[in-house]
């Protein structure tokens, strides 16, 4: 029985020739990322945002904050508005008015607040992840 070895993915070597100061920039970018040499090389010519794992864990601990703090402030809007109608029902029109308007800024701020948040997730995510 013939075994047939499965080919590589990647299949293909290239050599390449760098100045000192070339090959030294590479290099150095390459420690920064934290990836292989190949793995930089592949990110690099695929576009992929290359980012240390320095940025990418501040990028991620701000995401994380940023959802704490979302979900806080939808737990805040849902007790204001909660209370509105419980003002509402009780005939204290005033006080309805200022839980609605603060319900309705909470809202608004909430809606920036997961814009911004989204846009961080987004760029997590195009970024090249570190090996380990």
């Not at 320095?54 to 959802?67: C, F, G, W």
């Not at 760029?123 to 090996?131: A, T």
Request: aromatic share 4%; with cysteine.
């Amino acid at each position: 029985m013939n075994k047939s070895i499965p080919k590589r993915k990647r299949n293909r070597s290239v050599t390449i020739r760098m100045t000192d100061h070339e090959y030294c920039t590479l290099k150095n970018k390459v420690t920064a990322s934290g990836l292989s040499m190949q793995t930089f090389v592949n990110a690099s010519i695929s576009g992929s945002t290359i980012t240390s794992s320095d940025e990418l864990a501040v990028e991620k601990a701000i995401s994380q904050n940023l959802y704490d703090l979302l979900r806080q402030l939808r737990g805040m809007a849902t007790n204001i508005n909660q209370m509105a109608h419980v003002a509402n029902g009780q005939g204290i029109l005033p006080i309805q008015s200022q839980l609605n308007s603060i319900y309705e800024e909470i809202n608004n701020y909430r809606k920036d607040s997961e814009s911004i948040w989204q846009s961080i997730r987004r760029s997590i995510s195009h970024q090249k992840p570190m090996e380990g």
